[in-house]
Every structure is written in structure tokens, then in C-alpha cells.
């Protein structure tokens, strides 16, 4: 028998309402669950009697499992390895800040332990990106909200997550209402994450976008450009024949302009492709009139069946940097390598399974960093 998600709001909300159950007692339920994963419907203190009855026959305290955790050595990372009701697997990645040295002094980030967690939306993705084993994997299923709030839920049991990201496996805006619903979810008590601090990462889904400012307010996005240019676009993420650049820009402009956010901007480096002097020029004047909160590069990581692509090598990437920077004055910052013994880039770890060791190994630290507003 297939069970619903308690984190699934709607489902839980009306199913309740049905049963003459007042939903004031979800957020407490949500609460407990956070606490103890575990438990038995009946070890939830102070519901109504129909509540435990309807819980029971169509609920599962958490219907997917934390199959298993890897950690880095520095412990600044850790992946877990979700599985759904339906046997597929799908990994979020937590990072902490606050273990991170180096960057202040050798000491602890000041402000206390916080955590970014990046989540998955779908297992697999329709939009086969040519260098993404996400996309190489094709379409498999969507994630329900329930279970898309679920891997919140078990990486708070392992971390104080402070900040989400939908950079895992899958297009967020292609899987819409559920991950609107799961980030309203994670905005509402016990969860109070605030929409500030969680980032849908998309590689340009033109109608989604257009309405997202008014479905999830406040949020941040951020947006897989990869291309300055039309043609190259194509060449490398076939979905932009769908949703052409100019078309994606100007839907980005009154994005901008309506939500009154800046926008951040991902480009992955590859070798001969997208990396030259005049890609980032081409870059920086695409980007003139428009209000980046930075460009993040990203260094291709080559995983899986993805060995048409290379890696750009660090000069060309700085060189890169420094134009953004330099002539464009555009807030540009590189994807660092972190946690490098454990895995690939987020949602790049699933598809490799079962042979765990063969993932190579990109974390996600520096630029997610660069989300937190
Ligand atoms: N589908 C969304 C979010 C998931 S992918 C999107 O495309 O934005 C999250 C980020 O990882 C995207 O910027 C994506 O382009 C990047 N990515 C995918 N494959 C990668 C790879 N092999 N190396 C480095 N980054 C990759
Ligand atoms: Fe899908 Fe994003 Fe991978 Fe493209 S990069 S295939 S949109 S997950």
C-alpha cells in the first residue's frame, strides 16, 4: 500500500478537514516527526482520537528512508542518500559554513553553526543537459512536496539547516506545484526557513518563471545560463530551443523588475565551448543592463558518460573572472572543490549508484555560500 506524506500539506490539510480534524494540529505533528522520525503514530502527544485513526490508515510518519550517509574529511559536507516509497533514489547534500577554516582567519565563520541544504525535485530530468548525469539519466519521476520536504526533514535531524537550495537532481519549475508547495511548507512553522534563504536553481523554464514571483514571493533564483550566446546554448542543453535566450532574458527583466530581486547567474566552464575571452564579453554585455546578484562559474565536473566536455583549466577560468569583473564590474566568484573524497556535484552521486566509490568529486561550498543573502 502506497502511503501519503504528512509533509504533503494539501493532502494532509484535506484529508483532515474531511475527517472533521482541525489542521491547527499539522504544524505540531510536522514538530514531533522533525524530533522523532521513528515513532509510532501513538507516541504524538495531545491529538484528537480521529486524528491517530486517519493518521494511521493513510499516513506514514516519513515515507522515504536515509539509506546512507557520506561524509567528507573535512566533515564540511555530508551526502544523503534518500530512498523514496517507490525504490528510486534521489541525494540532497548538506554543507556547513561554520566548520569551514581558512577563510576568516583560521577561525570559525562568526554568526554560529549554520547549514545549506541542496534537494533534489525530480529523480532523473527531462532536459538532458549535455553535461549533466542528472539529465543523462533521462525523466523518471517527480517528487511528491511531501517527500521533497522530507529531505529537510532528515538532514535537520544531522544539521541546523539554515539555508535550501534546489540544486539537486531534477528542474524545480518542472515539477511546479509541488515544489511551490514544499517551499511554502518550509516556510511555515516548525521549519520557519525564510524565503530568503532558500534558491530555485532552473535552467529557464519561461512560463514557470513568470509566475513564480507571485506564487513564492521573496525567494531567490537562480538560473543555469551556461551561454552567452543562443547558438551554444543550444549546442549544450537542448532545452533552450524551447526557451530561447532572448526570450529568457526579457522574462527575467520583468521577473526582476516585478519581485525586485537580483538574479543570480550559473555558468558552467567548458573547455572550448563557453571559455573564451570573447564568450565573457559576449557574457558581460548580455548581462549590462541587468541586475546580477553575481555570476557563479562553475568547473564542469566530468562525471559519468559526460567525456565530450572538458574541464577549463584554472587560467582560463580566472581569465574569465577577470573580464566579468573588470570591464562589466559584475560580481563574479568560481565554484570551489570541497569535500572531495565523498561525491560529485549535487545530484551528480545517484546515478553512478551502486559503485559508491567511483563518484568523483566536486562539492558545491563557495558559491552556494554566495546565495545567502
Ligand atoms: N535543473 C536545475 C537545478 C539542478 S542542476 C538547473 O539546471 O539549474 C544544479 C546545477 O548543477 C546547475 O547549474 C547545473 O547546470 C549544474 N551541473 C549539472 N551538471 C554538472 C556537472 N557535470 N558539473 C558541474 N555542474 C553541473
Ligand atoms: Fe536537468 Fe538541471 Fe541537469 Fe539540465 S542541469 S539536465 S535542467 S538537472
Same mark, same amino acid.
Given at each position: 500500500?502506497?502511503f ?5 500539506a494539501a493532502?494532509?490539510?484535506s ?12 504544524p505540531?505533528i510536522?514538530k514531533?516527526?522533525?524530533?522523532h522520525p521513528?515513532?509510532?503514530?501513538d507516541?504524538?502527544?495531545s ?9 494511521r490508515?493513510r ?7 536515509? &539509506?546512507?550517509? *557520506?561524509?567528507?574529511?573535512d ?6 542518500l534518500?530512498?523514496?516509497?517507490n525504490?528510486?533514489?534521489v ?6 559554513y561554520d566548520t569551514r ?8 565563520r562568526?554568526?554560529?553553526?549554520r547549514?545549506?541544504l541542496?534537494?533534489s ?5 527531462k532536459m538532458?543537459?549535455?553535461?549533466c548525469?542528472?539529465?543523462?539519466m533521462g525523466?523518471k519521476n517527480n517528487l511528491?512536496?511531501?517527500?521533497i520536504?522530507e ?9 541546523n539547516?539554515?539555508?535550501?537550495? *534546489?540544486m ?7 515539477n ?5 508547495e514544499a517551499v511554502?511548507v518550509?516556510t511555515?512553522s516548525p *521549519?520557519q526557513?525564510?524565503p ?8 529557464g523554464?519561461? &512560463?514557470?518563471?513568470?509566475?513564480? &514571483?507571485? !506564487?513564492?514571493p ?5 538560473v ?6 543562443q !547558438?551554444?546554448?543550444c549546442q549544450?542543453m537542448?532545452?533552450a530551443r524551447? *526557451?530561447p ?10 521577473y @526582476?523588475? !516585478? ?6 547567474i550559473?555558468?558552467i ?5 563557453? !571559455?573564451?575571452?570573447?564568450?565573457a564579453? @559576449? ?17 564542469f565536473?566530468?562525471i ?10 584554472e587560467q582560463?577560468?580566472l ?11 559584475i ?7 570541497m569535500?572531495?573524497d565523498i561525491?560529485?556535484a549535487c545530484?551528480?552521486?545517484v ?5 559508491k ?9 563557495t ?7
Amino acid at each position: 500500500m502506497r502511503f501519503e506524506s504528512v509533509f504533503d500539506a494539501a493532502e494532509i490539510t484535506s484529508q483532515f478537514e474531511k475527517a472533521g480534524i482541525n489542521p491547527i494540529f499539522i504544524p505540531s505533528i510536522w514538530k514531533y516527526l522533525i524530533q522523532h522520525p521513528e515513532c509510532e503514530w501513538d507516541e504524538i502527544p495531545s491529538l484528537p482520537s480521529a486524528a491517530y485513526t486517519l493518521l494511521r490508515s493513510r499516513f506514514k510518519p516519513v515515507t522515504s528512508t536515509l &539509506h546512507s550517509l *557520506f561524509h567528507s574529511s573535512d566533515e564540511v559536507t555530508t551526502k544523503l542518500l534518500i530512498k523514496l516509497q517507490n525504490g528510486a533514489f534521489v541525494e540532497a547534500v548538506i554543507m556547513r559554513y561554520d566548520t569551514r577554516l581558512g577563510k576568516y582567519a583560521g577561525k570559525p565563520r562568526p554568526g554560529g553553526p549554520r547549514s545549506t541544504l541542496c534537494i533534489s525535485s525530480q529523480v532523473g530530468c527531462k532536459m538532458g543537459c549535455k553535461f549533466c548525469a542528472t539529465g543523462s539519466m533521462g525523466f523518471k519521476n517527480n517528487l511528491s512536496s511531501g517527500e521533497i520536504v522530507e529531505q529537510l526533514v532528515h538532514a535537520s535531524r544531522l544539521s541546523n539547516i539554515r539555508n535550501v537550495v *534546489f540544486m539537486g537532481m531534477g528542474e524545480p519549475l518542472n515539477n511546479y506545484n509541488a515544489v511551490v508547495e514544499a517551499v511554502r511548507v518550509m516556510t511555515r512553522s516548525p *521549519f520557519q526557513l525564510s524565503p530568503k534563504r532558500i534558491t530555485i536553481s532552473t535552467v529557464g523554464i519561461i &512560463h514557470a518563471i513568470k509566475k513564480l &514571483h507571485i !506564487d513564492l514571493p521573496g525567494l531567490n533564483l537562480a538560473v543555469s545560463l551556461h551561454a552567452p550566446v543562443q !547558438d551554444i546554448r543550444c549546442q549544450i542543453m537542448p532545452a533552450a530551443r524551447a *526557451f530561447p535566450l532572448d526570450k529568457l532574458m526579457d522574462t527575467l527583466k520583468v521577473y @526582476q523588475k !516585478d519581485s525586485q530581486q537580483k538574479i543570480l547567474i550559473e555558468y558552467i566552464m567548458l573547455d572550448g565551448i563557453n !571559455d573564451e575571452e570573447q564568450h565573457a564579453h @559576449q557574457l558581460g554585455k548580455l548581462l549590462e543592463t541587468f541586475q546580477v546578484q553575481v555570476v557563479n562559474l562553475i568547473p564542469f565536473n566530468p562525471i559519468g558518460n559526460l567525456s565530450q566536455f572538458k574541464t577549463s583549466n584554472e587560467q582560463k577560468v580566472l581569465r574569465f573572472q577577470k573580464i566579468l569583473r573588470g570591464t562589466y564590474n559584475i560580481r563574479t566568484t568560481i565554484r570551489k572543490e570541497m569535500g572531495q573524497d565523498i561525491s560529485g556535484a549535487c545530484g551528480q552521486l545517484v546515478v553512478n549508484l551502486p559503485d559508491k566509490n567511483s563518484v568523483d568529486n566536486k562539492g558545491l561550498l563557495t558559491d552556494i555560500e554566495d546565495l545567502r543573502i
